[in-house]
């Protein structure tokens, strides 16, 4: 255990003094205090209400800038989707679906007059549902 | 110091303060209040961005909904020339764009490097217009990578007709002259007002990076896409009724080709083709001469395919029955001064026979009996002379004289279409008429229109068809003479379907010549029919102007009707009637 040093002060009139000026300076402080708080309070008050806003906007305009970025990037993808629609109109086209199933050769034919057939019927997903929606018309090849 | 030059110099200060104060007041009053409207101009102006917004063109679908007509998103390549920097600069960004979009270097230097115009700057020159979405973003990426200034790319879209040569001059097209569309042709000249969008625009505060400020003023008015156009055509039956025309145009090399598929019933064109043709995605190799709409512009004289009319008009009037003999005078008849001739010798024909070998003397004689009041009537009644009613501009009433102007021979003459000339259009809708059982419908070429935001559908109304037979069973009778013209015996044995009752007529005219009178060596070679006949799905229309080897409307177009015919039968599911032995044959040739 080290050891404590203490030391002890006799209360002479000097101190006294002191200590009086220090209770005055103290009672000074306080009773400034006291004028301020009803000043400072309220700036207090407003300097949060400020930075509360201030965050506030700055959390909005982000969102907004956000907002904005994605907006633009569902038009790029729009476009992007417009471009490939168009070239499947392209590529749908029967003179393209012949040329390619004579380029690969694929044993296909057209089908003959009756080889489809439309069949009114329900959907597994729907039967027993208890809707009241007339059934789907499902169409079956034949082949 | 003294206290009283402390509160001096307080009172100094403290004055000083006030009148600084108050010069700022003054000041704060002036900015604020005097020049607010200039000011807040000022800034507004500076920080208000507008945003044109175009609007797209209206699309345009067959009747299941297959694109026909659409817009491809590109971009147009602008510069400024205000911050593109120096010439040596300049001429960089020029052989760039020169390699890259195979353009003159000089053209796009001298864009780049054009400051001032009629002592304005230049902000915006147009290097390229329309560059598709692929190569502009990869010019994007190499824009930033080799540190150009002043270049932007600018989003457009411009119109793109994906099945190239389909259709096009019933689709037609639109010519660019800036921000403008100009129409040119076809359902994009007649629609065009329904087709257009228009433009809106939005005014909004934005920060430094042009992003609008949320708490910013905003100010749009909405742009507004063009009506979408769905036409009746079927492009399953279109595409198959081309690609039969282009193996007549390889078989048999005519001037030209059309041909023309309508559903007799509603009076609904599903196909409408024509030779040649162009393809509108590529401007560069267009010929003028193919913009042309033949089916709707071009009249030609029908020759015997208006035969059926007048012995319609008889029946109708009870003058002949399908049994009533006519002697055809050994395929020579003189009349009125002139011979007419049949193709070949023929003896005493009953009504069937005239119309299934096309008899022109026996036709003429019959028609002789009807009188030309009556003959006329009978032809206004199919249509002839009148307009059919397609929405498409330049189309052609055709020749066809009142009585009072007909001289003696018109009466041996049109009834087996000389003298008397038709568009295409109105030769098919006359015979929707003989195939419908009688019903003149008006032919339909635009389905619906939709509004592209609300996705609602406004659909043409189909127009009440006027009454052509007099007689209920005049149908029935002129039906088995038809059906009986591809039957043996016929002259269209080749338009014949196994398991199917064919309907229909040959035509072979001569060509008019400029000089006046008839070529011997240019023909028109038509067939007209339906199927099946007594419930037709389609009539079809094939005409080949000046066809070379062979010039007979049942050796040129029925075989291409017959193929036409069959593929849509199978296409639209209709089932044999009669029991053939089934053929399968591959998809590609």
Redesign the interface.
Known sequence: MSAMNFRTYTMDGAGRKRRAKRNRGTVAHWSLVRVLLPFFFPLAILFTVVVVRVKF?SD??K???AA?HMQLKIHECD??I??L???L??F????FI??Q??RFNL????????Q?RNLTGARPDEAGAGTTQPPRKLIISRR | MSKDGIIARMLLAGGVLFVGFLLLGARYYHVQVGRHDELYEKARAKYTATAKRKGERGLIYDVNG??LV????CSNIIADPQITGSDEQCREIAAYFARRLDLSPTEVFRRLATRERNGNPVRYSVIERGVD??LAEKIRGEIREQGFKGIFLE?TTKR?Y???E?LAQVIGFINVDGDKEVPVTGIEKAVHSRLSAQPGQRRYERDRRG?????GREKASDSDNGFNVYLTIN??LQ??LE?ELDTLCKEYSPKAAYAIMIDPYTGNILALGQRPTFNPNSRGKMDPDAWRNRMLGDIFEPGSTMKPFAIAGALDHGIISPQTVFDCENGRWFFAGKTLRDAHGYGRLSVTEIIQKSSNIGTAKISIQLGKNRLYQTFRRFGFGEKTGIPLELESRGIFRKPEQWDSLSISRFPIGQGIACTPLQLARAYCALANGGQLVHLRLIDSFEDPETGIKVKIPHQSAAKTFLRADTHAKLLDMLTRVTQTGGTATRAAIAGYDVAGKTGTSQKILPAGGYSNSEYFASFVGFAPADNPAFVILVTADEPQKNHYGGVVAAPTFQRIAQ?A????????RHLVA?E??????
């Open positions: 906007q909005h305009e969102l907004h800038r904005a476009r992007e417009q471009n629609n168009n070239k109109e392209h749908s086209r029967r003179q012949n040329q199933v004579a044993p296909l034919r057209n089908p003959q007059p009756g489809m | 297959n694109l659409g817009n491809i998103p979405l692929d989003e793109y994906p099945k190239n389909m992003v609008s400020l949320s708490y492009e399953q595409d198959l690609a593929q039968l199978n296409y639209l599911n209709i089932a044999p089934a399968v044959k591959p998809v590609h040739p």
